[in-house]
């Protein structure tokens, strides 16, 4: 390689990583705040990101003066549920529009993918109303009610279901197989770094979602962390040490699932099972 391209990839690499640092900067601005002690300033220029004294008595007064358990066990429960139930509608949705053949499916699957252009707050007012007309206000499936499928999930899925080779298929009829052991048995497992790319997606987006359990919630017993970190506001008087270890107690779940699930993003090759 000559000396002009290694600059090249030099200077590709540095752009990078400060592009990575300034996407960085925040969290790493959030930790070091969360380890401050009460007499280090965290408003300082230049600022001071690392503190000079760290110390874990901000996350154990937060966690102390807070139901941060029930916080905690709140956010788990609703992500754990919305993830379960938007996978099985989602795939049970996708696999018609993918591998089956009746009249009206393209269109139906146009009206689909169409209300990915409506937003949320559009259809917030109306659903709240049949939510509590449900009687369903305070409660976990009240939260999970407008995750239990989505547009986009059945688009990434049906999209997954459409690349599985037709000698899986076929080979499982052949076999005496059901349609929906078909499904279950042999779709689904072809289709598992999809599945997961779209749980992370719906975790992440039911774990951090503030303005519809803000709507819905009006007992604290079933407060999920985003609205628990927003009650530290009003309880501390904007003590941003306290706000900030209240934060990385909200985000650490979901970091941890992203690093230990990404390898399964992946592609994996659908026709493995396919004998020459």
Same mark, same amino acid.
């Given at each position: 390689?000559?000396?002009?391209?290694?600059?090249?990839?030099?200077?590709?690499?540095?752009?990078?990583?400060?592009?990575?640092?300034?996407?960085?900067?925040?969290?790493?601005?959030?930790?070091?705040?969360?380890?401050?002690?009460?007499?280090?300033?965290?408003?300082?220029?230049?600022?001071?990101?690392?503190?000079?004294?760290?110390?874990?008595?901000?996350?154990?007064?937060?966690?102390?003066?807070?139901?941060?358990?029930?916080?905690?066990?709140?956010?788990?429960?609703?992500?754990? &549920?919305?993830?379960? +139930?938007? $996978?099985?509608?989602?795939?049970? %949705?996708?696999?018609? =529009? !993918?591998?089956?053949? @009746?009249? #009206?499916?393209?269109?139906?699957?146009?009206?689909?993918?169409?209300?990915?252009?409506?937003?949320?707050?559009?259809?917030?007012?109306?659903?709240?109303?049949?939510?509590?007309?449900?009687?369903?206000?305070?409660?976990?499936?009240?939260?999970?009610?407008?995750?239990?499928?989505?547009?986009?999930?059945?688009?990434?899925?049906?999209?997954?279901?459409?690349?599985?080779?037709?000698?899986?298929?076929?080979?499982?009829?052949?076999?005496?197989?059901?349609?929906?052991? &078909?499904?279950?048995? +042999?779709? $689904?497992?072809?289709?598992?770094? %999809?599945?997961?790319? =779209? !749980?992370?997606?719906? @975790?992440? #987006?039911?774990?951090?979602?503030?303005?519809?359990?803000?709507?819905?919630?009006?007992?604290?017993?079933?407060?999920?962390?985003?609205?628990?970190?927003?009650?530290?506001?009003?309880?501390?008087?904007?003590?941003?040490?306290?706000?900030?270890?209240?934060?990385?107690?909200?985000?650490?779940?979901?970091?941890?699932?992203?690093?230990?699930?990404?390898?399964?993003?992946?592609?994996?090759?659908?026709?493995?099972?396919?004998?020459?």
């Amino acid at each position: 390689m000559s000396g002009e391209g290694k600059r090249g990839i030099i200077w590709m690499y540095v752009g990078l990583s400060a592009i990575a640092f300034m996407m960085l900067f925040p969290l790493i601005w959030l930790i070091g705040t969360s380890l401050k002690s009460p007499t280090e300033n965290i408003f300082s220029f230049p600022p001071q990101l690392l503190p000079s004294q760290p110390t874990l008595g901000n996350f154990i007064k937060v966690w102390q003066t807070n139901p941060f358990g029930k916080y905690l066990f709140n956010s788990t429960i609703v992500a754990i &549920l919305t993830v379960s +139930i938007n $996978l099985f509608f989602c795939a049970l %949705a996708a696999y018609p =529009l !993918a591998r089956l053949d @009746f009249r #009206g499916r393209d269109i139906m699957f146009a009206g689909i993918v169409s209300t990915i252009m409506i937003p949320f707050q559009i259809v917030m007012i109306p659903l709240y109303i049949l939510t509590v007309q449900l009687g369903l206000r305070n409660t976990y499936l009240g939260i999970i009610l407008p995750n239990l499928a989505s547009a986009f999930g059945i688009f990434l899925l049906r999209q997954a279901f459409q690349a599985v080779p037709k000698e899986l298929e076929e080979a499982a009829r052949i076999d005496g197989v059901g349609e929906l052991g &078909l499904w279950w048995h +042999i779709m $689904l497992p072809a289709i598992r770094p %999809a599945l997961v790319t =779209l !749980a992370i997606f719906v @975790f992440i #987006g039911s774990w951090s979602d503030f303005l519809w359990p803000l709507l819905i919630l009006d007992r604290p017993t079933y407060f999920t962390l985003p609205l628990g970190v927003a009650k530290l506001a009003g309880t501390f008087s904007l003590d941003w040490r306290l706000i900030a270890a209240g934060s990385i107690v909200s985000i650490a779940p979901v970091l941890l699932l992203f690093i230990f699930l990404q390898k399964y993003i992946v592609p994996t090759d659908t026709g493995s099972g396919v004998k020459g």
